[in-house]
């Protein structure tokens, strides 16, 4: 099994910056691909900033000049540095992740797991 935590979610007013933070754990043996998406109200669940094991980043429109995604590989941790913050930017933003994990027997499975989000709420 693999578990992804989200933290740093929080209030902060239009204009403002907050970093998310993102740490997995469990029977990890390699990390690809890990991204943050975000659902609003109403609305379904958007990828909206990926990250690959070459540190190979993609971002959707509204997010980009904006938001940044890192990785530290050393940690299993992912963040997401959002600065210039919009009232449209509210939403419940959650951490995903591809790789493989040992299933104690020696074998060796493929994952592909999202974390349970963390609020973020933009004040206009």
């Known amino acids: 099994q693999v578990q992804l935590v989200e933290s740093g979610g929080g209030l902060v007013q239009a204009g403002g910056s907050l970093t998310l933070s993102c740490a997995a754990s469990?029977?990890?043996?390699?990390?690809?691909?890990v991204g943050w998406g975000r659902r609003a109200l109403g609305k379904q669940r958007e990828l909206i900033a990926t990250?690959?094991?070459?540190?190979?980043?993609n971002y959707v429109d509204s997010v980009k000049g904006r938001f940044t995604i890192s990785r530290d590989n050393a940690k299993n941790a992912v963040y997401l540095q959002m600065t210039s913050l919009k009232p449209e930017d509210t939403a419940v933003y959650y951490c995903?992740?591809?790789?493989?994990?040992?299933?104690?027997?020696?074998?060796?499975?493929?994952?592909?797991?999202w974390g349970h989000g963390t609020h973020v709420t933009v004040s206009s």
């Open positions: 990250i690959t094991s070459g540190d190979n980043t």
């Open positions: 995903h992740a591809r790789g493989e994990m040992g299933l104690g027997n020696g074998q060796v499975a493929d994952f592909s797991s």
């Open positions: 469990g029977s990890i043996l390699s990390i690809n691909t």
